[in-house]
């Protein structure tokens, strides 16, 4: 379970986060929109440690842990993941290197022996496979080169091999076409079990329509104004923001 | 006693020594270097080659002069010590014999490893020559190898230094390439021995018409380090190709200072070095391609890239052009960054811990430079052997006999 009280934020100085209170339950989507710089990236990315972010005040709790004690990377062992809205290149680093990197440290974390290398190449073709990735995506380095539908796949693909028990999808819908857009979705609904909870931001109806939230928040300023069930969504697909502005 | 001094007097007591061991042609050279190292001394940092070396502190220290005298085990490589009759036509014909430290080294010298492939000649294997540093105090070598590919031979070598004991080295080493009408050398030079040590390393290559030259320097380990490297491109249709790269630490010190004359014209150069440095580490690269009158439809492109990991790290960086003719393609270009923040925070949120994280990003960039070896299990040995230095492993170095 997420928890989040009274958070607030800045970057480069400016206060982005004032007052966000956000609890999400074991197994719940939550489905959270907002106009563009309503601050929804900025949430996102306070919750996986990003450095530039600072945290003035308030708190954030997973599964009973102080998040903001912590580390990105003892975060992400913790079980949260992030799908980037704009997922990074990095030259020269291969798929397979930077995947065993992340699987093998994760382990390490949770007192596991590292992945035998044919344990290893095993899961990456299944997974693979799972979320139906183009192989010659996976031999190339992260990202580089790839469309940005091709990103955005990898990032579900990255998503499948950590498990992780806690998802922030931020616009992984944006750039996809809609074939692509159902792959993704369906292979993140695959990769889901009754304790796996999620955090999807999205400007569209269309992906909510495969990845059902439970409850819609709407972050505008800083602040979330309004919660509400799956019908949120659809009327502000409808009418836009300006009717919630408080 | 200015520390020039001290080299000049330590001529006079070994002068007869060397004499006694050395062959006839380094013997002939020896009395005129010395004298050359006593008019100029030691380069100072006022002198542009050398502004980024102190070479009054490198070559400072009371070291133990080592004389000496090899043996070659190895009966089907084409190597041997003292050739003579290669040494007569060579010795001295590639390297600027008016540079101080090369004076000092030839000086010095007491043998010349030559390494010679006739015409036509394919050496199928890449030769392989491992320098261990031994001693039981801290001594100094000057060390000379010389390199003669004739018209249409071909060669692949490595050579690896390394030092097996904790004591301070000083090495001085000339090389000398003799690339032939059509031949085709790859050369690979990887530094790993240790902070105790000081490199001054002078690689001369003429190269003739049609030939193909690759050089590639890995400086892994050392304490400082100086590489020389200057090629004179003396036959058309000619193509070298500089490649290194450095990953410095702690107080490494690691300069290279690189010239291509393009003498002729249609003759193509490239460079690409990279450095990473950390902690209190100095790097420094200085590239200069000359482009002399006539030598038209010169293609040349040269590229420095660094990062500047640590707050005390420094990097000098310096390519130059210098063009005396018009239709040219030349171009260079140098950066020095710093590591990606956004790519490491991506491999944060996925669980690689910060350490691991920015040993991938460092392989990667430096690893651009061993891709560029041609020889596959070559290639994978030294990403191997990149991997470990960022892995910190210093007690084994991946190549040589004796740490297997
Ligand atoms: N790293 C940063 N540096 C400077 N300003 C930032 C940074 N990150 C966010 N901001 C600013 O914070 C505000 C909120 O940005 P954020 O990315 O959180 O919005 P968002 O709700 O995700 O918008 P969108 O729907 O367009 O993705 C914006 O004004 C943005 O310019
Ligand atoms: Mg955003």
């Known amino acids: 379970m997420l928890e989040i009280r009274n958070l607030h934020a800045r970057v480069e100085g400016k206060e982005i986060l004032k007052g966000v209170d956000l609890t999400i339950r074991d197994g719940e989507i939550h489905a959270l929109m907002g106009t563009n710089g309503a601050g929804k990236s900025t949430l996102s990315n306070v919750i996986v440690g990003h450095p530039k972010y600072e945290v003035t005040e308030g708190s954030i709790t997973f599964d009973g842990l102080d998040l903001l004690k912590m580390s990105p990377e003892e975060r992400s062992h913790a079980g949260i993941f992030m799908s980037f809205q704009l997922p990074v290149e990095i030259p020269g680093v291969s798929m397979t290197n930077f995947m065993r990197a992340a699987v093998n440290a994760r382990r390490e974390a949770l007192g596991e022996e590292p992945l035998k290398s044919t344990d290893f190449l095993r899961l990456m073709r299944d997974t693979q496979k799972l979320v139906d990735i183009d192989k010659r995506l996976v031999s190339r380095s992260v990202n580089e080169g790839f469309s940005g539908g091709e990103k955005k796949r990898n990032e579900i693909f990255q998503m499948a091999m950590l498990q992780p028990t806690f998802c922030i999808l931020d616009e992984t819908d944006s750039g996809l076409d809609v074939d692509a857009l159902r792959v993704v979705a369906e292979g993140f609904n695959k990769l889901r079990n009754e304790k796996t909870s999620a955090m999807v931001i999205t400007h569209y109806q269309r992906l909510l329509d495969y990845i059902r939230p439970d409850i819609v928040h709407v972050l505008l300023d800083g602040r979330i104004v309004k919660t509400a069930g799956p019908e949120l969504a659809r009327e502000i697909e409808e009418r836009g923001f300006d009717w919630i502005r408080p | ?404």
């Open chain 2, 1 to 404: 006693m200015n520390t020039s001094q001290t080299y000049l007097d330590l001529y006079a007591r070994y002068r007869d020594q060397l004499m006694s061991v050395a062959p006839d042609a380094m013997n002939a050279c020896r009395d005129e270097a010395i004298r050359t190292f006593g008019h100029k001394g030691l380069p100072t940092l006022k002198v542009e080659e050398y502004k980024y070396t102190d070479t009054e502190r490198a070559f400072g220290g009371d070291y133990h002069l080592s004389v000496a005298t090899a043996k070659v085990t190895a009966s089907d490589a084409p190597v041997v010590v003292n050739n003579d009759e290669l040494l007569t036509r060579y010795y001295g014909s590639c390297v600027d014999m008016s540079d101080p430290i090369v004076a000092l080294n030839t000086a010095f010298a007491s043998e010349c490893l030559c390494i010679h492939v006739g015409r036509n000649q394919h050496v199928e294997r890449p030769l392989e020559i491992t320098d261990v540093l031994r001693a039981q105090a801290d001594t100094m070598e000057h060390k000379r190898i010389l390199i003669v590919l004739d018209e249409c031979a071909s060669l692949t070598i490595l050579m690896h230094y390394t030092a097996a004991d904790q004591q301070h080295f000083l090495t001085t080493q000339v090389v000398e390439v003799v690339a032939g009408d059509g031949a085709h050398l790859d050369l690979y030079e990887i530094e790993e021995t240790h902070s105790l040590c000081t490199r001054f390393n002078t690689v001369a290559v003429n190269v003739g018409r049609n030939a193909t030259v690759r050089h590639n320097g890995i400086t892994l380990w050392g304490g400082i380090t100086r590489n020389t490297i200057t090629v004179s491109l003396k036959g058309e249709m000619s193509e070298v190709t500089l490649n290194g790269c450095v990953m410095a630490d702690k107080h490494q010190h690691v300069d290279t200072n690189t010239v291509i004359r393009h003498e002729v014209p249609r003759c193509t150069s490239h460079e690409l070095y990279k450095y990473v440095v950390d902690e209190q580490a100095t790097g420094a690269f200085a590239g200069k391609v000359y482009v002399a009158p006539g030598a038209q439809q010169t293609q040349s492109d040269e590229v420095n890239q660094n990062i500047c990991i640590g707050s005390e790290s420094h990097m000098y960086t310096q390519p130059m052009l210098e063009i005396y003719a018009d239709d040219v393609k030349c171009s260079h270009g140098s950066t020095v960054g710093k590591l990606d923040e956004t790519a490491l925070f991506y491999m944060r949120q996925r669980g690689i811990p910060r350490p691991k994280a920015r040993q991938l990003l460092i392989q990667a960039f430096i690893g651009q430079v061993v891709d560029y070896i041609p020889l596959q299990p070559l290639r994978e040995r030294l990403h191997i052997m990149v991997e470990r230095r960022l892995g910190g492993d210093l007690d084994t170095c991946a190549g040589c006999t004796l740490c297997k």
